[in-house]
Nanobody, 119 residues
Framework: QVQLVESGGGLVETGGSLRLSCVAP????????MGWHRQAPGKERELAAH???????NNKDSMRGRFTISRDNTKNTVYLEIENLRPEDTSVYYC?????????????WGKGTQVTVSS
């Protein structure tokens, strides 16, 4: 199965912004829900943002206002914009998507992109 591919991570100073992208490559019929999780060193993975096929989004309460998720269904891509980055946002960010292709439905993940926020 083809995994999703994230990009856009990197090293950013406190207060900066990033835009993460995640594309689902291959012959895809449709993508149901999409979203992002993150995992900081020594911590459990947590939901950062989720978006439905109709564009209805939600975030974890602590991230609301700084994290904006969006998607482009024509490009099979989901985005996560993070503003006013803080050192505690340092994590590996993983995207996921509910993929529908010729094999059926499956939730697939990317390998992650590292975001590091310097203080």
């Amino acid at each position: 199965q083809v995994q999703l591919v994230e990009s856009g991570g990197g090293l950013v100073e406190t207060g900066g912004s990033l835009r993460l992208s995640c594309v689902a490559p291959g012959a895809i019929l449709s993508i149901n829900d999409m979203g992002w999780h993150r995992q900081a060193p020594g911590k459990e993975r947590e939901l950062a943002a989720h978006i439905s096929i109709n564009g209805i989004s939600n975030n974890k309460d602590s991230m609301r206002g700084r994290f904006t998720i969006s998607r482009d269904n024509t490009k099979n891509t989901v985005y996560l914009e993070i503003e006013n980055l803080r050192p505690e946002d340092t994590s590996v960010y993983y995207c996921y998507g509910g993929i529908i292709d010729s094999t059926g439905y499956d939730r697939r993940w990317g390998k992650g992109t590292q975001v590091t926020v310097s203080s």
